[in-house]
């Protein structure tokens, strides 16, 4: 039996000495229509010609217009086809065929079956799930075709009447399904897992309703939206604290109602339960997300009274007084963001001060008090410049506009008067959002909250660390590339530079920022950096160093985007940077901070001083050896961090004694011996070590992992510390493979999906990357993808899991993972920073296609392939769709309208831009592009712009006044 039915009914047809026409017409396939010619009429003849002497042809039957394929046909008649051979090899280039849409995976083709009635020739078309489910048998084997009459036809009607109708058995399916999860959710109602899957089952009802039962769309939409309502108001009453069937109605809602009766429906949700913050966020996102509701007063509005009721209820209630303060710092996160996406950053940052005033420097009032270091007449200058430049009004407004903003962050505090009365902020203005934080543990996550809307990066940034500060559940936060900054802070001794990765990253800024040479942007950099240490002032204990680490670690990560070209600092002040951790260093209360002299070392072999690097770290070692024989337990949890990253830093190296040096260091941590000290590494030693590592190892995850705080994943960490130089021992001693079967078993163990658990899946990656890249040979990369995508589902907003991902796409995109479950597997995480990331995975893919063209076809820059294209668009039109979690993405709006920008006209540009400000009506960035993407309709937008009364440094009323 052949595998295709079809194919197997066209082969008996040509042995029955058919002509070519009847045994091809089972391949028409009306579902794909290419939209334009594929060949000439020249070239189907020539096709037809060379198609004599070997098999024929498939590809004259897919043309573009159907006029090509009746003359092609025609064609086909007036010659006898002859028999196909049993293998050919087609040796002749055509370079049409680069030109050829196919079907990406994992879509499938549909079928459709043909009947000619009578006489008369009048041709009936009837669809079909499947092809050739009706199986038609020949009356006559001199025919042609097989004919089927009118009483045939009529015969087959009847039979769908009952239950064997196309659709039946799918319909049976269905209701044993729904059934079951009737059954099993009855039998356990608190299974949340369980509830998601029963909602999104009626997406699966919903399409067999729309295909066998038709009916109005929008009605159909609107009646599953309501089914999914009633089932989860039936699984909150079961699980009333559940905040991911919460975050679920929620959307389901807001994709169903307008705005206006959304609001109604929140309002009076939240006045019966008004400690709930997701009913919060909902009710406020209600008007801030509205085109025709959403201007700034109303919404700060909604956010001072949600702000205040939730300080109320914790004055109240003294058992849910730590749940209700980590709402308020929720709610201060969200505030935040509004105030900055909308620009209104002199507002942003008398409320953030003010914040840290009262909590962290209640003594000092002028600890917060720090002024820009940016001279106004500079600033005046260069606006001189820009104005007797001669460019087109729309221009001239969005460099000026530009240039104030990046300039101009901080309120007007100097004596005279002020041109702008915007920039004049009194702490009464944001008085009613303040609120005091009195928990433990919760002035850390106060000082993250603050130092995250200032632009600093999460590093490393980490699910489970986002997942602890309450980082992770606003999509619309991702505004600017900031975010994303964390995949290129190396943490690992692998190679992960990637120059086609975020090659945009300064367009994307948005100001104050310090990515883009440009006016303030070392002023913005040293006010950041100043604002860190002075929160280290005001912190104790771990806090204070895991502040500290931080600070250090950004810097770092300065030098790195200075070293790829994705942000300029002067020399200047790089050595200022320097100058100031050694400060830092030499005070007498950070002199013995072992943690601070291994992110020094680690900064210098950014800087390019490896020696200085590794001198810093044995010598902090020997150090600790010398000074202190019995040790505490902090201190070996440092001195196996100072360990590892020593063996780190050795294997990361280019030198040939790179990877001798890091298995001496590895035995000399388990064996207890200096750093400094002289042994060979012989086999019995090895054998000792292993023996040793293996034992530790055992102890430790005999106990209970401890939960960890968020100020936790800042600082080192000894189980996993100790676990990652075990896993280094046994990739250099025995290979990836053994590695790999013993973070496996340990993985097994670790049920939850901790911070712990995170960590190693990060390591696991790793050792099996750089297996990969040494050995490419070595088939090691079906193991690669495996961990990843386990390790993604899990912790899917981790960034460094993510940049794995896309080298692994540019490497090597032959043997790592297809596209098709990449777009598959960062999909379905439901979370915004994945599917960012998976847009600019595409577009860096699209580049390196290009550039593959570049190299190997025609030795000269080609134009984007127009079937790339047409995917990118389908990616951007998925993301921003009403179900994703991205639609009110700012980030992927933005590159949205500049993918657009560089490959349609403006009518195209023109549909998008606004599509994505009434999506996202508060975003101020998006108010700016229109003047690079629809400059005749700025005056529009300029006057959109003041109705929402977002910030605006320059009206167009004064840059008439300026021009004259």
């Not at 028409?28 to 098999?55: K, M």
């Not at 009118?150 to 015969?155: H, Q």
């Not at 959403?294 to 956010?303: D, E, G």
Request: with cysteine; glycine share 4%.
């Amino acid at each position: 039996m052949a595998l295709f039915p079809a194919y197997e009914e066209a082969a008996k047809v040509k042995d029955g000495n058919e002509t070519s026409t009847s045994h091809g017409d089972w391949l028409t396939n009306s579902s794909y229509q290419i939209g334009a010619d594929l060949f000439t009429s020249s070239e189907v003849t020539e096709i037809r010609d060379s198609s004599e002497s070997g098999a024929e042809t498939n590809l004259t039957k897919r043309p573009a217009k159907k006029s090509k394929v009746r003359k092609h046909k025609k064609q086909c008649h007036d010659k006898p086809a002859k028999a196909p051979d049993d293998f050919h090899v087609d040796t002749r280039r055509n370079l049409e065929f680069l030109s050829v849409h196919t079907i990406s995976r994992p879509a499938a083709p549909k079928y459709s079956t043909f009947f000619k009635l009578g006489s008369a020739q009048r041709t009936v078309k009837k669809k079909y799930k499947r092809y050739y489910q009706i199986v038609v048998e020949k009356k006559d084997n001199s025919a042609d075709e097989a004919t089927v009459t009118k009483k045939d036809l009529e015969k087959n009607i009847s039979v769908e009447k009952n239950e064997d109708f196309t659709g039946f058995k799918q319909e049976s399916d269905m209701s044993k399904t729904t059934a079951f999860y009737n059954k099993s959710l009855g039998e356990n109602p608190r299974n949340i897992d369980l509830w998601l899957q029963y909602v999104h089952f009626q997406d699966a009802i919903f399409k067999f309703e729309k295909t066998y039962r038709k009916g109005s769309f929008a009605k159909g939409t609107r009646v599953t939206a309501e089914r999914k309502l009633a089932i989860l108001d039936k699984a909150l009453t079961l699980n009333p604290d559940s905040e991911i069937l919460m975050r679920e109605r929620l959307n389901t809602a807001v994709g169903t109602y307008p705005a206006d009766e959304l609001q109604v429906q929140l309002k009076n949700l939240v006045e019966k339960d008004p400690a709930n913050i997701i009913l919060w966020q909902g009710y406020i996102e209600a008007t801030q997300c509205s085109m025709s509701h959403c201007n700034t007063p109303a919404v700060l509005k909604l956010y001072t009274k949600s702000l205040a009721t939730l300080h109320h209820m914790r004055r109240n209630s003294a058992l849910q007084k730590a749940h209700l303060e980590e709402n308020i710092l929720r709610m201060l996160y969200q505030c935040g963001l509004f105030l900055k996406q909308t620009g209104l950053f002199e507002q942003l940052w008398t409320l953030l001060r003010l914040y840290l005033e009262l909590n962290l420097a209640p003594s000092d009032k002028n600890k917060f008090n720090i002024s820009s270091n940016f001279n106004d007449k500079q600033l005046l200058e260069l606006e001189e410049v820009v104005l007797k430049s001669q460019l087109p009004i729309h221009e001239l407004w969005l460099r000026i506009e530009r240039l104030r903003e990046a300039c101009h962050w901080l309120p007007f505090t100097e004596d005279g008067n002020c041109e702008d009365p915007q920039r004049i902020i009194f702490p009464e203005d944001v008085a009613e959002l303040i609120h005091p934080i009195t928990m433990p543990g919760n002035m850390f996550k106060l000082t993250a909250t603050i130092l995250t809307l200032l632009k600093t990066p999460l590093l490393p940034s980490r699910h489970s660390t986002m997942q602890g500060l309450g980082l992770d559940y606003v999509p619309w936060a991702l505004d600017s590339t900031e975010t994303l900054l964390p995949m290129f802070f190396p943490i690992y001794p692998i190679d992960l530079t990637n120059k086609n990765f975020l090659a945009d990253t300064q367009r994307l800024a948005v100001g104050p920022q310090y990515l883009k040479t440009f006016p303030g942007q070392e002023e913005y950099l040293e006010f950041l950096l100043t604002t860190i240490m002075n929160c280290t002032d005001c912190l104790q204990g771990k806090e204070k160093i895991a502040v500290t680490v931080w600070w250090f670690r950004f810097q770092r990560l300065l030098i790195v985007l200075d070293k790829e070209s994705r942000l300029k600092i002067s020399s200047g002040f790089k050595k200022k940077l320097k100058s100031s951790m050694k400060q830092l260093l030499k005070s007498e209360e950070h002199r013995n901070n072992i943690i601070y002299y291994q992110e020094f070392a680690l900064f210098e072999y950014q800087s390019g001083n490896v020696e200085s690097a590794v001198k810093i770290l044995t010598t902090t070692l020997s150090t600790i050896a010398t000074n202190n024989p019995p040790l505490t337990e902090m201190q070996r949890c440092e001195i196996c961090f100072l360990f590892r990253t020593l063996t780190e830093l050795y294997l990361d190296t280019a030198s040939g004694d790179g990877k001798k040096n890091a298995l001496k260091c590895l035995v000399a941590l388990a064996s207890d011996k200096p750093v400094n000290s002289h042994f060979e590494l012989t086999q019995d030693l090895l054998d000792e070590t292993k023996l040793k590592f293996k034992h530790v190892t055992l102890q430790m995850l005999g106990n209970e992992m401890p939960t960890l705080m968020s100020v936790d994943h800042f600082l080192p960490n000894l189980i996993t510390d100790w676990i990652i130089c075990n896993g280094w021992f046994l990739y250099l001693t025995s290979g990836a493979i053994s590695c790999g079967t013993f973070l496996e078993d340990i993985l097994s163990t670790i049920e939850a999906a901790t911070w712990q658990k995170e960590i190693l899946f990060e390591f696991y990656v790793a050792v099996l990357f750089r297996n990969c890249m040494e050995n490419p040979g070595a088939g090691m990369f079906k193991l690669l993808d495996d961990a990843l995508h386990r390790a993604i589902e899990v912790f899917p907003n981790n960034l460094f899991l993510l940049s794995v991902l896309a080298k692994e796409l540019t490497i090597n995109c032959s043997m790592g993972q297809p596209w098709w479950k990449i777009n598959r597997l960062l999909m379905k995480t439901g979370h915004a920073i994945p599917t960012l990331v998976l847009i600019i995975m595409a577009n860096q893919h699209s580049y390196e296609i290009r550039e593959k063209w570049v190299d190997t076809i025609t030795g000269r820059e080609m134009t984007e392939d127009p079937s790339q294209v047409h995917r990118m668009i389908s990616l951007f039109r998925r993301v921003t769709s009403s179900e994703m979690c991205t639609r009110r993405c700012g980030l992927a709006w933005r590159l949205y309208l500049q993918y657009l920008h560089a490959h349609f006209d403006l009518s195209v540009c023109r549909n998008a831009y606004y599509a994505a400000v009434e999506q996202c009506p508060w975003l101020k960035s998006l108010y700016i592009d229109a003047a690079i993407y629809i400059p005749a309709e700025l005056a529009q937008i300029q006057d959109l712009l003041i109705e929402k009364q977002l910030r605006l440094h320059i009206t167009p009323e004064e840059l008439d006044i300026l021009r004259n």
